[in-house]
C-alpha cells in the first residue's frame, strides 16, 4: 500500500506564493502518474493537476493554469505543487493521489494539506 | 467550461439498492471518458470505488458496481450498508484533464 504525505500547507496572503510537495514511499514513484486534488471547506472535490510518470507530460485545470505548476523530482520520491498570484478561493485542503495505472487515476491518497489564502 | 452533473442527494433504507448517475456538459459520456467513482466520508481523505467505467479496485466490495446507461455513467450500489452513508464522486477523463462530479450525499435511513 502506497503511502503519500503532503506538507506545505499554511496561511498566505492573496497574491503570495506557495508550494505543497507529497513524500511517497512503499511503491516505486517514478513509475506512476500522480494528480493533486482539492477540496475546499464544505465543499466537493476539484481535480488540479497530473503530471505523467516521467514527467514528460502535465496538465491543469482552467481555474489554476498559468498560476499552479506541477513538477516531480523521482530522485527524491516527491511530486510537488507550486502555487503562485494565490486568490481566496484557492483555499482548500490539498491531497496527492496516484494513479494504479494508466488512466487509472488516484487510486491512492494522502490525507491531504490544508492552505488557506487570506489576509 | 465543462461541468459534470450528479443528484444533490440520494436517501435509501439498509438492503436497499440506490443509482447514482453522472452527467456530462459535453454530451454522452462514453467509455472513452473513463468513468471513476469515488467515496468520502466525513473527515477523511477520499477512498477510489471503480474505475473503467465498471472495474473494481481490490478492495472495493462487490456490492458496489459501474455501468453507463442512457448517455450517463452508473453507480449502482446494492444490499446497501450503514457504513456506506457517505458523499460519492463521479471523475471524468477529457483528453488530458479530469473534471470530477459535484457529488452526491447518500444517506442510509
Known amino acids: 500500500q502506497a503511502q503519500l504525505v503532503e506538507s506545505g500547507g499554511g496561511v498566505v496572503q492573496p497574491g503570495g506564493s506557495l508550494r505543497l510537495s507529497c513524500a511517497a514511499s512503499?511503491?516505486?514513484?517514478?513509475?506512476?502518474?500522480m494528480h493533486w486534488v482539492r477540496q475546499a471547506p464544505g465543499k466537493g472535490l476539484e481535480w488540479v493537476a497530473f503530471i505523467r510518470y516521467d514527467g514528460s507530460n502535465k496538465y491543469y485545470a482552467d481555474s489554476v493554469k498559468g498560476r499552479f505548476t506541477i513538477t516531480r523530482d523521482n530522485s527524491k520520491n516527491t511530486l510537488y505543487l507550486q502555487m503562485s498570484s494565490l486568490r481566496a478561493e484557492d483555499t482548500a485542503v490539498y491531497y496527492c493521489a496516484k494513479d494504479a495505472l494508466v488512466l487509472v487515476p488516484a487510486a491512492e491518497w494522502g490525507q491531504g494539506t490544508l492552505v488557506t489564502v487570506s489576509s | 467550461q465543462t461541468v459534470v452533473t450528479q443528484e444533490a442527494s440520494l436517501t435509501v433504507s439498509p438492503g436497499g439498492t440506490v443509482t447514482l448517475t453522472c452527467a456530462s456538459s459535453?454530451?454522452?459520456?462514453?467509455?472513452?471518458?473513463?468513468p471513476n467513482w469515488f467515496q468520502q466520508k466525513p473527515g477523511q481523505a477520499p477512498s477510489a470505488l471503480t474505475y473503467s467505467t465498471s472495474s473494481r479496485h481490490s478492495w472495493t466490495p462487490a456490492r458496489f458496481s459501474g455501468s453507463l446507461l442512457g448517455g450517463k455513467a452508473v453507480l449502482t450500489l446494492s444490499d446497501v450498508q450503514p457504513e456506506d452513508e457517505a458523499e460519492y464522486y463521479c471523475l471524468l477523463y477529457y483528453g488530458g484533464p479530469w473534471v470530477f462530479g459535484g457529488g452526491t450525499k447518500v444517506t442510509v435511513l
Open positions: 459535453t454530451g454522452a459520456v462514453t467509455s472513452g471518458h473513463y
Open positions: 512503499r511503491f516505486t514513484f517514478s513509475g506512476y502518474g
